[in-house]
């Protein structure tokens, strides 16, 4: 089926901590992995992508992890600041010839001051 | 500001009737992507054009409709309009088809009275 899901859709931290985001994903014909932030107002952007080969990426305060055993794929972000604040999404491209992406239902980020 | 632009921002319009909202890629992004993002079904992929030619279909109701032109700006047309229809249109491009970095426009809110 197409559905990506998130276990949260709410997380609320401090600024200054580590937030870790969660989404599982049913796809396993899947072959990349992406993360979206959309802040209010705005169009969803791009945050980090990972291919389903992987494990691990690392970007700059953001690491993704990938788990296929058990189809979970999390975000995790370092030192969180007010800034991040925004409502997040993970998506899934299919393989093939079909590159569509499939969004998740998004799970709200609230960082406290 | 990513780089592409949605026209108009705001629309409201009553059942039965059609409307046209119009996407401007970033300059060079030959594909172009439109979601439909609504509080119960979150971002919904409804179709995708490259150079031209569809490439992939999502959700996408019959009485919905679009097109890329030669100079790869693209509409979507929604016609015999429903209550259930109002929500936020994202219009997004990529430079090729398969890019898991897609860049969003901020999105035409349309509402269906």
């Known amino acids: 089926g197409e559905s990506v899901g998130l276990h949260l859709p709410t997380l609320s931290v401090q600024e200054g901590d580590n937030s870790i985001i969660n989404c599982a994903y049913s796809n396993s014909a899947s072959d990349y992995f992406i993360w979206y932030k959309q802040e209010s107002g705005k169009g969803p952007q791009f945050i980090i992508d990972i291919r389903s080969n992987m494990d691990k990426r690392q970007g700059q305060r953001v690491t993704v992890l990938l788990n296929k055993t058990v189809k979970h794929l999390s975000l995790q972000i370092a030192a969180t600041q007010p800034g991040d604040s925004a409502v997040y999404f993970c998506a899934e491209r299919e393989g093939g010839s079909n590159y569509k992406l499939t969004f998740g239902k998004g799970t709200l980020l609230t960082v406290n001051p | 500001d990513s780089g592409v632009t949605q026209t108009p921002k705001h629309l409201i319009t009553a059942t039965g009737q059609r409307v046209t909202l119009r996407c401007s890629p970033r300059?060079?992004?030959?594909?172009v992507y439109w979601y439909q993002q609504s509080l119960d079904q979150g971002l919904q992929f409804l179709i995708q054009y490259y150079n031209g030619e569809e490439r992939a279909k999502g959700n996408i109701l019959e009485r919905f409709s679009a097109q890329q032109f030669p100079d790869l700006h693209s509409e979507l047309n929604l016609s015999s309009l429903e209550l259930g229809d109002s929500a936020l249109y994202f219009c997004?491009?990529?430079?090729?088809?398969?890019?898991?970095?897609?860049?969003f426009g901020q999105g035409t809110r349309l509402t269906v009275v």
């Open positions: 997004a491009s990529s430079v090729d088809r398969g890019s898991t970095e897609a860049f």
């Open positions: 300059s060079g992004d030959l594909s």
